[in-house]
């Protein structure tokens, strides 16, 4: 077998390890069996470009950090005067003040909607998304500014896993693995109520509008929102899709009147 299959399975491997993933789960997930697994972990079996996809979505990695033994990447998350040093693998840096709006916005998106049947992981990534380009598109600030890359599924903030584990860690959110009509859903329900003393109302209102017009969508319904906007587009798979793609947004994506040079 290649090299590429020994490494895709290494890091299979590394993957479940880290994120305490069984076999038995992941195979039921790929709708294989766990021997397949094992297989495919000693490099000893290809894998499909649909199971590719779904190895990709299931962990939060990019396409090319999957299967390219030269791609890596790697979150950082650290304090406002700390300087990330310079690395030969992709590091994303994550300010103390924009990780601290994360974990609140995303609790405020819980209070509000996380109990909804439909509000799994993916529905969370696409909401995140809109909050961040069209507060960006219709102010040119960031909100949040999380780093979204683009795989088959839409749109995926970097920085989710990294921030969840830690708020698990300090009791702010569980993860309760569910099913949403058959299929397998990652739930998360907060434990506190958000602070909203670093969310201006500007913000609010905005974040309220993203929750209002997509929240009552299921997975695979977001996802196709997605892949129509122009953000998802332009960008290739598995790379960063850059903010300023917003202003070329076509209706009925775009949130800006751009008739007001302030877009108010």
Same mark, same amino acid.
């Given at each position: ?33 766990? !021997?397949?697994?094992?297989q ?13 996809l779904?190895?990709?979505e ?7 950090e ?5 791609s ?23 300010p ?20 909804? !049947? ?34 088959h ?9 990294k ?5 698990e860690?300090?009791?702010?959110l ?9 299929h ?19 913000e ?46 076509? !209706? ?7 008739s007001? !040079?302030?877009?108010?």
């Amino acid at each position: 077998m290649s090299n590429v299959n020994k490494f895709i399975g290494q890091k299979l491997n590394q993957l479940r390890a880290s994120r305490d993933v069984s076999q038995q789960k992941l195979a039921d997930y790929l709708g294989i069996s766990r !021997p397949t697994i094992t297989q495919i972990e000693k490099g000893e079996r290809y894998l499909t470009p649909e199971e590719i996809l779904k190895l990709s979505e299931f962990f939060n990695v990019s396409l090319s950090e999957l299967i390219n033994p030269k791609s890596k990447s790697e979150v950082i998350l650290h304090n406002e005067d700390s300087t990330p040093k310079a690395e030969e693998s992709l590091r994303i840096s994550v300010p103390q003040k924009n990780l601290k709006k994360f974990k609140e916005v995303l609790l405020y998106i819980l209070n509000k909607v996380g109990a909804k !049947p439909n509000i799994g992981e993916t529905v969370l990534y696409k909401l995140l998304f809109y909050i961040d380009f069209d507060y960006y598109e219709r102010y040119e600030e960031q909100l949040i500014g999380a780093t979204y890359i683009k795989n088959h599924f839409g749109p995926t903030p970097k920085e989710f896993v990294k921030i969840v584990e830690k708020m698990e860690k300090d009791e702010e959110l569980i993860r309760v693995k569910d099913k949403y009509f058959s299929h397998p859903q990652t739930k998360y329900l907060p434990l506190r109520e958000p602070d909203l003393s670093i969310v201006t109302g500007r913000e609010i209102e905005l974040i309220d509008e993203v929750i209002n017009k997509l929240s009552d969508m299921n997975a695979a319904q977001i996802s196709e929102y997605s892949h129509n906007d122009v953000p998802w587009l332009t960008t290739d798979e598995g790379k960063i899709i850059p903010y300023e793609s917003v202003f070329y947004r076509t !209706p009925p994506y775009s949130v800006r009147n751009y008739s007001n !040079p302030d877009g108010e």
